[in-house]
């Protein structure tokens, strides 16, 4: 028995605790990295979306305002919330439905505001073209 111990290679302990030290140090090292790349392309992706939609934001005029009382301005007749309203709101009005406004469909209150303003004006153009055409103007 003793002559199988002394066949089996030895490991001093001064050598494993020197092993797990190195792959700590190692362990270490690569963590440091993944969380600095990820903490990086955190930043980027938040400078590079945050950076565009405030700049946009800060460039508007008093003339670019897109609340309902301006629905007829150019620059809200042409955004995507206000066309996609007017869109769903002369079809449903085509189908004879209720109006059922899903401002859901947007995520911040100003694209709301303007999908309920272009879905008002869809649904009650449709119900005026209608009444024009059946009494035959």
């Given at each position: 028995m003793r002559e199988a111990q002394k066949n089996r290679p030895h490991f001093g302990a001064g050598d494993k605790g020197v092993e797990m030290e190195s792959n700590r140090k190692d362990t270490h090292?690569?963590?440091?990295?993944?969380?600095?790349?990820?903490?990086?392309?955190?930043?980027?992706?938040?400078?590079?979306?945050?950076?565009?939609?405030?700049?946009?934001?800060?460039?508007?005029?008093?003339?670019?305002?897109?609340?309902p009382q301006n629905a007829n301005s150019v620059a809200v007749q042409m955004s995507a919330p206000f066309r996609d309203g007017l869109y769903v709101g002369r079809i449903t009005s085509e189908h004879g439905n209720e109006p059922h406004i899903a401002v859901g469909r947007w995520a911040s209150v100003m694209d709301r505001t303007l999908y309920a303003s272009?879905?008002?004006?869809?649904?009650?153009?449709?119900?005026?073209?209608?009444?024009a055409l059946r009494l035959g103007h």
């Open positions: 090292a690569i963590l440091l990295l993944v969380a600095l790349t990820v903490g990086l392309l955190i930043v980027f992706t938040a400078r590079i979306t945050g950076a565009s939609g405030s700049a946009e934001r800060r460039q508007r005029t008093p003339a670019q305002s897109t609340s272009g879905y008002r004006q869809g649904y009650n153009q449709q119900i005026v073209n209608a009444e």
